[in-house]
């Protein structure tokens, strides 16, 4: 999914069916997903609730997601490869270990 900065994260392709990137609708799906996770709580969202949400039908959301835990899964690498990459704009320059260790910490 590109980011404001048209920065490419890439996620393990095991994760998803289809590139939610790929089209309009997986980003639909990323984009209201995480929302209606925080507001439901992982235990009741539901894609029936995404796919209500965004407009679509449940079907549609499966081609791009297994099931909730995996869509769960691509919110967390997400998450993470960018924070990687945060960190490693933010140390990239520096030479000291222990001021690079800082900046992390």
């Not at 998803?16 to 799906?29: A, C, V």
């Amino acid at each position: 999914m590109e980011n404001s900065l048209n920065i490419q994260i890439k996620i393990d392709e095991k994760v998803f069916t289809k590139d939610p990137s790929s089209s309009d609708l997986g980003k639909k799906i990323i984009l209201h997903s995480i929302g209606l996770i925080d507001e439901l709580g992982f235990e009741a969202f539901t894609f029936g609730k995404l796919a209500d949400k965004i407009h679509c039908t449940e079907a549609s959301i499966y081609r791009y997601f297994e099931n909730k835990h995996k869509l769960l899964i691509y919110h967390l690498t997400w998450y993470w490869t960018w924070m990687e990459y945060r960190l490693t704009l933010a140390t990239a320059n520096i030479k000291s270990p222990a001021e690079r260790l800082k900046i992390a910490v």
